[in-house]
């Protein structure tokens, strides 16, 4: 099969470009002793859980369906954090779980005595800000997501083994010292005794240029200062530059400019264009202005501003012909949906050349999450 003879739109998870990234993190287990988590909420493609978890240790969770799927479809350790669990939930996820991150000490005492045996951890907020987008920002002003120092229940401190946060979002090392040098004033006395210590995900280690030599030393150092084991629990790092996004062009339009229709959506595919928002890298296409041919990409649902972005060719476009977006595997297939009925993108395997279909989909999961 030829890229080319792909059903459109589909998702083309690089199982070489994954081994890639899982040798990364591998290699950080070894040279550390600390342990990885898979975050699924960046990549839930499941077919590669029995592949990740050759590399690394387990997954997390954020609640009872992302719990169940790592138990069913990976095994290993299964951690869970969420803002706040369910009373219907929760015994469900006590049951899959190894380890157990609270919100807050309210949740802690509501919930610690139906989850005896496992490791239960407090998530804290170092109210530390690294980066400026202050959707991706847990230490923005009145975030929930984490204790504060000032709201820390000491008098707890035995129903925990371990303390986790999460703040960076797509950074480096750097940040993290920064973000470390604050958790340690504010919350490193707590670690005494404790056996574990999360970073949370955000780090950005399997992209080119990432410090991993300083990453290393920040771990070696936590591992040794407090005794404990440092967990990471990066999503973005496993898939990163790991899948493609390939569509077809429908149609082409000229209104001022001319508009090429594609067969994939920004809205119901890759939400995060519009949401974060940024330009996907397209194969073969360079910046508006840089190629002779310049269109603007959008897509076949009747919302004006599911645009993908300006993108300019060598030649021109025509319908039929094939694009390939780069850096699909993450934050896609978990978002997607089928706003304004559009199908949902086949999802396919690549490993060296060949291609192999994991699964396809069509009316009827459409229709299933409607009534
Ligand atoms: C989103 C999230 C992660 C993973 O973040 P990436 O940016 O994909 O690495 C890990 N832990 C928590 C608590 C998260 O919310």
Known sequence: MDVKDLPTPAYVVDEDKLIKNLEVLSALQNATGCKILLAQKAFSCFHYYPLIKKYVCGATSSGLYEARLAAEEMGGENHVYSPAYTDAEFDEIAGLCTHIVFNSFAQLKKFHSRAAGKSLGMRVNPQCSTQKTSAYDPCAYGSRLGVVSSAFESEYLPLLQGLHFHTLCEQSAEDL????????????????????????????????????????????????????????????????????????????????????????????????????????????????????????????????????????????LKEGDVLVFGDMAIYTMVKNNTFNGMPLPAIIGKKGEKYHIIKTFGYEDFKGRLS
């Open 177 to 316: 010292k920064t973000t470390l040098t604050a958790f340690e004033k504010n919350f490193g006395k707590y670690l005494k005794g404790m056996k574990w210590l999360n970073v949370g995900g955000g780090h950005h280690i399997t992209k080119e240029g990432y410090n991993i030599p300083l990453l290393e030393k920040l771990i070696d150092g936590l591992q040794q200062k407090y005794g404990v084991t440092v967990y990471l629990e990066p999503g973005e790092a496993f898939a990163l530059n790991a899948g493609y996004l390939v569509a077809k062009v429908l149609e082409i339009v000229k209104n001022d400019i001319y508009v090429a229709i594609l067969d994939c959506s920004a809205e119901c595919h890759m939400p995060d264009v519009l949401e974060m928002p940024y330009r996907p890298p397209l194969f073969g296409s360079g910046e508006a202005g840089e190629k002779k041919y310049l269109y603007r990409l959008s897509s076949r649902t009747c919302l004006a501003g599911d645009v993908i972005g300006d993108y300019s060719f060598d030649a021109p």
